[in-house]
């Protein structure tokens, strides 16, 4: 069983950066690690939860329309750990944000937005 830890959220004013970090543990070894796409995804009070960008086995990345430009994902394979850096941060940006291997989720990471 993998689990995820997320971190590095907090309180940032409209303009500023963030990023967070998924750190993988448990039975998973950096081979596995690196076969995992590694998805984030984040939830706002009172909305359901969504999809905010992706890498893929191989380094590929993939962004939701309303963070492209603007948020980045990476991974370390060394620390089993995946980066969401999290540029010009808007106020609707304010939501838990998640990390899965698309089978398991870590326990979020509250980023709020606001001045």
């Known amino acids: 069983q993998v689990q995820l830890v997320e971190s590095g959220g907090g309180l940032v004013q409209p303009g500023g950066s963030l990023r967070l970090s998924c750190a993988a543990s448990g039975s998973i070894s950096g081979s596995m690690f690196r076969r995992y796409t590694m998805d984030w995804y984040r939830q706002a009070p009172g909305k359901q939860r969504e999809w905010v960008a992706s890498?893929?086995?191989?380094?590929?990345?993939t962004y939701a329309d309303f963070v492209k430009g603007r948020f980045a994902i990476s991974r370390d394979y060394a620390k089993n750990t995946v980066y969401l850096q999290m540029n010009g941060l808007k106020q609707e940006d304010t939501a838990v944000y998640y990390c899965?291997?698309?089978?398991?989720w870590g326990q979020g990471t509250q980023v709020t937005v606001s001045s």
């Open positions: 890498i893929m086995s191989g380094g590929s990345t």
């Open positions: 899965t291997n698309r089978g398991s």
